[in-house]
């Protein structure tokens, strides 16, 4: 068996076109839909990202400014930027992009952000909509995952999927919004013992390590689902996920590629997150 490849890139194309096309309904409401980026220091991974968003936002007709601070900006600051773009009515959606520099409280930006402009979905009033099933912004990643699974129908209800990493913004999430959707589900980490015991179990198999091409076929039952979440820059450059892709693709039924696999549905994903911030959260 030859995995089928879920193209996240053209997955995240054909979402777009549609998206386009009710930026532009907004606009004729005279709505213009807007995310402001803050990004702090000059972490060229986080410019990159930060750029790639900005591309995605003019291409479905977003508007979007990135506010660029020193390395060395205080915590106080930073939250009175933050202040001024909960009040400000023509800014939709806020997104700080994450890590932040060492002397800043992530936890105290991200509950500054008014959860209506929350477009990451990390605010704890967002996160709590988010575990009771309620309507809200859903954090990018693990919505784009959840996304990637329907636009192949893979069936999740009864399926045993298993997540290796806990962090806030990828593992607890994807694992609450499969939950949401009957799935059971095991969480994985790097104090998990006999990781294989666990993972040869999976339906579907959702990885998010942090350490490049480790994930390999032993830890596959065969014909399981397998999403890389991981996104590492090798020595040459290239980027790779957490998964071995050439090592597992023959036992695997689909498989998510890096690039073009969970990345571009991130960003996809704010950008419905930023138009359902503009249409109002109350409207849907
Ligand atoms: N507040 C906040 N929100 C985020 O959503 C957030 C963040 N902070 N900090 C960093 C992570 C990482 N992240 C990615 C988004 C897109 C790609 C992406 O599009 N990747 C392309 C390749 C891009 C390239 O070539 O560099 C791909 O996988 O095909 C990757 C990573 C969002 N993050």
């Known amino acids: 068996m030859v995995a089928e490849i879920i193209n996240g890139k053209e997955l995240s194309s054909e979402l777009k076109l549609n998206m386009k096309e009710k930026v532009s309904d907004l ?3 005279k709505i213009v839909p807007h995310l402001t980026v803050i990004l702090v220091g000059d972490n060229p991974a986080s410019k990159s990202y930060v750029n790639g968003k900005k591309k995605a936002c003019a291409e479905t007709g977003i508007s979007s400014d990135i506010i660029e601070m020193a ?13 001024k773009l909960n009040q400000d009515q023509s800014v939709h959606g806020i997104l700080v992009q994450l890590p932040l520099p060492d002397h800043i409280n992530e936890q105290h930006i991200i509950e500054a952000i008014d ?6 979905g990390f605010h704890p009033v967002n996160i709590g909509k988010m575990m009771t099933g309620a309507d809200t912004f859903l954090p990018c990643t693990p919505f784009g995952i959840v996304t990637m699974l329907k636009s192949k129908d893979i069936n999740i209800s009864g399926q045993h999927v298993v997540i290796i990493g806990r962090s806030n913004i990828v593992g607890k999430p994807v694992g609450q919004l499969l939950l949401n959707e ?16 666990f993972t ?4 579907i198999l959702i990885v998010a390590i942090g350490k490049a091409n480790v994930l390999t076929e032993e830890y ?3 014909g399981a689902v397998v999403i890389d979440v991981g996104i590492n820059r ?7 996920g957490d998964v ?23 960003i996809t994903m704010l950008l419905q997150n930023t138009i359902k911030a503009a249409e109002g959260l109350e409207k849907q």
């Open 27 to 29: 606009k004729k409401n």
């Open 71 to 83: 390395d060395s900006i205080s915590e106080e600051k930073l939250l009175s930027t933050i202040n």
């Open 115 to 120: 959860p209506k402009k929350d477009v990451d």
């Open 182 to 197: 009957n799935a059971t589900v095991t969480y994985c980490h790097s104090k998990t013992e006999d990781l294989r015991s």
């Open 200 to 203: 040869t179990n999976a339906d």
């Open 220 to 222: 596959l039952k065969p």
């Open 234 to 240: 090798l020595d040459n450059g290239r980027l790779t």
């Open 244 to 266: 071995d892709f050439e090592n597992v693709k023959n036992k695997a039924s689909f498989i998510t590629p890096v690039p073009k696999g969970v990345g571009p549905m991130t």
